[in-house]
């Protein structure tokens, strides 16, 4: 049973550019957290996704950025014209049901915007 | 506003001997305390939870203790070793509030010496 996938590893953009992160979940689960990693940071919540539904998006940028997950496919997150500042590791995490306590994390994707 | 503080930031402990993180939160809606694991180049891992129902939980050689009045948590690693070395976050989440969104402390990097 393959874990949370999410790819790529490493991603490279210049500023202005568009940064797409992809998450596929756990077999079997439908619930689907993002989390941002700044160095010597903890990590902190952006957004709360179901199958085609946000939750809960308190977490994340009101501008530039954005997330889905759709019926079919994986979840994405979408951050349009980086910044240096969007530089981080973005984590996700998939549980089966809406839960705190059944996360299983991704190993991440590290971005950085040159 | 950091609502879960985490001390100390880096830890060296030798083989054998007592690794000890500290935590202390704000929220007292929070419920729900892990403790996670993480490794470079990895996503965290679940290492350890506790509810406030209890004051200690203990899994192997990894313990919680909770101090529900005083808001504070820690994790004892006992016999610790070289394995051990990764960064450790505590964490907190309330799962009355439905996003079941968790705030991580900023982490202590552990190393453990031969």
């Known amino acids: 049973n393959a874990g949370v996938m999410q790819n790529p590893r490493h991603l490279v953009r210049r500023r202005g550019q568009e940064a797409r992160l992809r998450c596929s979940p756990m077999?079997?689960?439908?619930?689907v957290y993002w989390y941002r990693q700044l160095p010597e940071e903890g990590l902190k919540f952006m957004v709360y996704?179901?199958?085609?539904?946000?939750?809960?998006e308190s977490g994340m940028p009101k501008e530039r950025f954005s997330a889905e997950f759709p019926k079919e496919g994986p979840s994405i997150l979408r951050i349009q014209q980086v910044v240096r500042g969007d530089s981080a590791a973005y984590f996700c995490?998939?549980?089966?049901?809406?839960?705190?306590?059944?996360?299983?994390f991704g190993s991440g994707t590290q971005l950085s915007v040159l | 506003q950091q609502q879960v503080k985490q001390s100390p930031q880096s830890l060296i402990v030798q083989k054998g001997g007592i690794s000890i993180i500290n935590c202390a939160y704000e929220?007292?809606?929070?419920?729900?305390f892990p403790w996670y694991q993480q490794f470079p180049g990895k996503g965290p891992a679940l290492l350890i939870a506790?509810?406030?129902?209890?004051s200690e939980k203990k899994e192997g050689r990894f313990t919680i203790s909770f101090n529900k009045s005083a808001k504070q948590f820690s994790l004892h690693i006992m016999d610790s070793q070289p394995g051990d070395s990764a960064t450790y976050f505590c964490?907190?989440?309330?799962?009355?509030?439905?996003?079941?969104?968790?705030?991580f402390g900023k982490g202590t990097k552990l190393s453990v010496i031969p």
């Open positions: 077999k079997g689960h439908s619930h």
């Open positions: 929220n007292t809606a929070f419920d729900y």
């Open positions: 506790i509810r406030p129902d209890v």
């Open positions: 995490a998939s549980s089966p049901a809406g839960s705190s306590e059944k996360l299983f």
């Open positions: 996704l179901q199958k085609e539904n946000i939750i809960d």
């Open positions: 964490a907190a989440s309330d799962s009355g509030a439905g996003s079941y969104q968790l705030t």
